[in-house]
C-alpha cells in the first residue's frame, strides 16, 4: 500500500500515513493537534530513512570503506 505524506494546516506537522487511494485527506486526523485541516503530499514513499531500513536503499553497505 501506498504511503502518503499530509501536512496539517493547523499546525503544520507533517506526517505519513499509509492509507488507500480512496481515502480522502479530509478525513485524515492530525496525529499531533488532532485537527482534520491536512492536506495530502502525493508521495509514494518516504524520503525520509525511518522506514526503508528493510530494503537498504540509504544505508551503507556493510562492506563500506566509510564505516
Ligand atoms: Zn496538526
Given at each position: 500500500m501506498p504511503i502518503y505524506e499530509f501536512k496539517c494546516k493547523s499546525c503544520d506537522n507533517e506526517f505519513e500515513m499509509i492509507c488507500?487511494?480512496?481515502?480522502?485527506?479530509?478525513?485524515i486526523a492530525c496525529p499531533r493537534c488532532g485537527e482534520r485541516k491536512v492536506e495530502k503530499i502525493m508521495s509514494l514513499f518516504s524520503s525520509s530513512c525511518g522506514s526503508c531500513g528493510s530494503s537498504g536503499s540509504c544505508s551503507a553497505p556493510a562492506s563500506s570503506p566509510f564505516t
Open positions: 488507500s487511494a480512496n481515502d480522502d485527506a479530509g478525513d
